[in-house]
Structure formats: structure tokens, C-alpha cells
């Protein structure tokens, strides 16, 4: 039972473009939703999170933005750079756990 | 100064073997998880402390047994490895119980042959 999912395994989006990242999730009691960072042989790194009772939270490039009617969040990074190339995973928590998706592997090309 | 650091990295084993991977955090966070990523990417969490008590047990199979000796260090010992143990296997930290922006170890990959 997945109840964070990451349809896409993959985007390439090229330098200075907007990247979008898509989770949806299905457990309603959801009420706080991260986004971590993945460098390969590095552990996921936290980037960017939203509390359930807002529907947009903006860190400089980075903004995430959620629509709990449809039960998803996305992750715009503008403009995207080479360095933003890691595997994206969004993470949702019930009171005492992360639920994990399983990723999306952004790759910017200039 | 790595924040949450967990040895060894790499971990080559033999089925039937007991070993363990050990993780510290110098964060003065009060709670520990122990997370595995399977073959197909999906993270999990296996375990929670807080302050050394055991929070979370996720269905985790009795060979899997964590050690939590301070708040500092949450150790995995695994008796009795399988195949179906080959994984990577994070140990990650959160100032609360809860998980939110929890810090990441650089993981161990387990490969047992």
C-alpha cells in the first residue's frame, strides 16, 4: 500500500527552466509534506516543507506548493541549475513517521 | 564535521552471517531512525528511538535488532543475514519524534552474496 507516489521516475529539464516535481498522496490525515534531495552515495538531505494548513511555502528557488482537495504537492525549482541534478523524494508525516515516495531523478542539462 | 555518521559504508557478507552498522549523531537530537531503501527505491522506516527508547517497530523480522547505548548512537545488529537483507540502510536523526527534517547518514549498502 503506496500512499505517497512519485509517478515519474525521471525529468530532464534543460539549465534556467523551471522543473516540476509531482507526489501524490492518499492518506487524508497527512499533515505536514517534505521534500529531500538525493546526491548518489550521499543520504537524502531536507530541501523544502509545508504544513498542511497552507497551500504554498517558497524558499528561494524552491517552492512547494499543495492541493489537498487533489491530494498533491509539486516542487517548481526556478530556474534549475546542473547542480539541482539528484533524485527529488517527497515525504509525507502522520504524527511519528515519514511516509517516503520512491523519487524522482531530476537531470539538468545546460 | 559530519552531522549523522554511520559506518561502515559498504558492508559485503555472507548469508547466514551477523553483523552490524553503527551510527552516530553529534546534533543533540533527541530521536534516531533507522530507514532501509530496497532494490526498487522505496525508503522505509525500520525503527525510531527517542532518548534511547524505542518509538517505531515496523513489522521489522526479529533478526533486526536495534541498540540505542545514548541518545547519541542508534546501532543496527542483523542476525542471521538473508539475501532479501541486500539493501541500503540509512540512519538518520530529528530533533523530536515525529521525523520532520530529519538529517540523513550516507548510508550503508548491505550486499549479502
Known amino acids: 500500500d503506496q500512499q505517497v507516489k512519485q509517478n515519474s521516475p525521471s525529468l530532464s529539464v534543460q539549465e534556467g527552466r523551471i522543473s516540476i516535481l509531482n507526489c501524490d498522496y492518499t492518506n487524508s490525515m497527512f499533515d505536514y509534506f517534505l521534500w529531500y534531495k538525493k546526491y548518489p552515495a550521499e543520504g537524502p538531505t531536507f530541501l523544502i516543507s509545508?504544513?498542511?494548513?497552507?497551500d504554498k511555502n517558497e524558499d528561494g528557488r524552491f517552492t512547494v506548493f499543495l492541493n489537498k482537495s487533489a491530494k498533491h504537492l509539486s516542487l517548481h525549482i526556478v530556474p534549475s541549475q546542473p547542480g539541482d541534478s539528484a533524485v527529488y523524494f517527497c515525504a509525507a508525516s502522520a504524527t511519528d513517521k515519514l511516509i517516503f515516495g520512491t523519487g524522482t531523478r531530476l537531470q539538468v542539462f545546460p | 564535521d559530519t552531522a549523522v555518521s554511520q559506518t561502515p559504508k559498504y558492508l559485503v557478507t555472507q548469508m547466514g552471517n551477523d553483523k552490524s552498522i553503527k551510527c552516530e549523531q553529534n546534533l543533540g537530537h533527541d530521536t534516531m531512525y533507522w530507514y532501509k531503501q530496497d532494490s526498487k527505491k522505496f525508503l522505509k522506516i525500520m525503527f525510531s528511538?527517542?532518548?534511547?527508547?524505542?518509538?517505531i517497530n515496523e513489522t521489522v523480522p526479529n533478526r533486526f535488532s536495534p541498540k540505542s547505548p545514548d541518545k547519541a548512537h542508534l546501532n543496527l545488529h542483523i542476525n542471521s543475514l538473508e539475501l532479501g537483507d541486500s539493501a541500503v540502510y540509512f540512519c538518520?536523526?530529528?530533533?523530536?519524534?515525529?521525523?520532520?527534517?530529519?538529517?540523513f547518514g550516507q548510508g550503508t549498502r548491505l550486499t549479502v552474496v
Open positions: 509545508i504544513s498542511s494548513i497552507k
Open positions: 528511538y527517542n532518548n534511547k527508547e524505542l518509538i
Open positions: 538518520a536523526s530529528s530533533q523530536w519524534t515525529g521525523g520532520l527534517e530529519a538529517f
